[in-house]
């Protein structure tokens, strides 16, 4: 349903849509007028749609919102149309995925070199080589990238990644398979198999237990503001081009 009614947008230039306004239900909080996130944007698996911070104001000035994360925080309602206006307004998966082209092609490029440099100045030094590109590339996430850095912002860790791991692979897999010999070799490589998915897995549990800690503990001393304006029930969100974004919601306390 929801693409059939997206498909009538197909002929529609994206330049000539400024503003998009979604309503939908609020399923988990009941709020008296209308509720508006503090957060400036919200991200999709087709990157970020910003909030509009200048309409989100004027309601604001109008007496007809108040900022309040709590009913935003487990709505979907309006989360699932955002991938749609993204598409049908400008979304190019060719940008998208041109960010991470550089590790790509910069891993490709190193790594025949790696298996020279073990031979010149030995696995320890090319691994330790290749760790410090990999530090190098989270140190520039962590100082480069916001909202709405540079592509080249982008790239440049990447190109980093890419570096780190095109020198790291081969040392890697040979300080394993020169430690045993030749006839367990193949054991040697399937042991650095199971390294690298058991070292995924328990990372990804980590980063999500820690993730699930925090997101607990910043909605714990959240309370749901009773706001004075239109009593309606129902979520709302204001799209400018399907970029800049006022998501509101509404309901009736009851």
Same mark, same amino acid.
């Given at each position: 349903?929801?693409?059939?009614?997206?498909?009538?947008?197909?002929?529609?230039?994206?330049?000539?849509?400024?503003?998009?306004?979604?309503?939908?239900?609020?399923?988990?909080?009941?709020?008296?007028?209308?509720?508006?996130?503090?957060?400036?944007?919200?991200?999709?698996?087709?990157?970020?749609?910003?909030?509009?911070?200048?309409?989100?104001?004027?309601?604001?000035?109008?007496?007809?919102?108040?900022?309040?994360?709590?009913?935003?925080?487990?709505?979907?309602?309006?989360?699932?149309?955002?991938?749609?206006?993204? +598409?049908?307004?400008?979304?190019?998966?060719?940008?998208?995925?041109?960010?991470?082209?550089?590790?790509?092609?910069?891993?490709?490029?190193?790594?025949?070199?790696?298996?020279?440099?073990?031979?010149?100045?030995?696995?320890?030094?090319?691994?330790?080589?290749?760790? &410090?590109?990999?530090?190098?590339?989270? &140190?520039?996430?962590?100082?480069?990238?916001?909202?709405?850095?540079?592509?080249?912002?982008?790239?440049?860790?990447? @190109?980093?990644?890419?570096?780190?791991?095109?020198? @790291?692979?081969?040392?890697? +897999?040979?300080?394993?398979?020169? +430690?045993?010999?030749?006839?367990?070799?193949?054991?040697?490589?399937?042991?650095?198999?199971?390294?690298?998915?058991?070292?995924?897995?328990?990372?990804?549990?980590?980063?999500?237990?820690?993730?699930?800690?925090?997101?607990?503990?910043?909605?714990?001393?959240?309370? &749901?503001?009773?706001?004075?304006?239109?009593?309606?029930?129902?979520?709302?969100?204001?799209?400018?081009?399907?970029?800049?974004?006022?998501?509101?919601?509404?309901?009736?306390?009851?």
């Amino acid at each position: 349903v929801a693409a059939a009614a997206y498909r009538t947008l197909d002929h529609v230039a994206a330049a000539s849509i400024r503003h998009v306004v979604l309503l939908g239900p609020s399923h988990r909080v009941k709020v008296r007028g209308l509720a508006l996130p503090s957060c400036d944007h919200f991200s999709t698996p087709f990157g970020q749609v910003r909030v509009n911070d200048e309409g989100r104001r004027r309601l604001r000035e109008l007496g007809l919102a108040g900022i309040a994360d709590a009913p935003h925080a487990l709505e979907h309602s309006l989360e699932v149309q955002l991938p749609f206006l993204q +598409s049908v307004l400008g979304y190019s998966t060719v940008e998208a995925g041109a960010a991470i082209l550089p590790a790509i092609v910069f891993m490709i490029l190193v790594a025949p070199r790696s298996a020279k440099l073990v031979e010149a100045k030995g696995a320890r030094f090319t691994l330790l080589g290749g760790y &410090l590109f990999l530090l190098l590339a989270f &140190l520039s996430m962590f100082l480069l990238w916001q909202e709405d850095s540079a592509y080249w912002q982008i790239g440049i860790a990447y @190109a980093f990644i890419g570096v780190g791991v095109g020198l @790291a692979g081969t040392p890697a +897999s040979h300080s394993l398979t020169g +430690s045993v010999p030749v006839r367990r070799a193949g054991m040697a490589s399937g042991t650095a198999d199971l390294q690298r998915d058991l070292g995924g897995a328990l990372l990804t549990s980590v980063f999500g237990a820690l993730l699930a800690a925090g997101y607990a503990s910043a909605m714990g001393p959240l309370a &749901l503001p009773m706001l004075v304006g239109v009593a309606a029930p129902g979520l709302a969100l204001l799209a400018l081009g399907a970029k800049d974004t006022v998501r509101v919601t509404w309901g009736q306390v009851g």
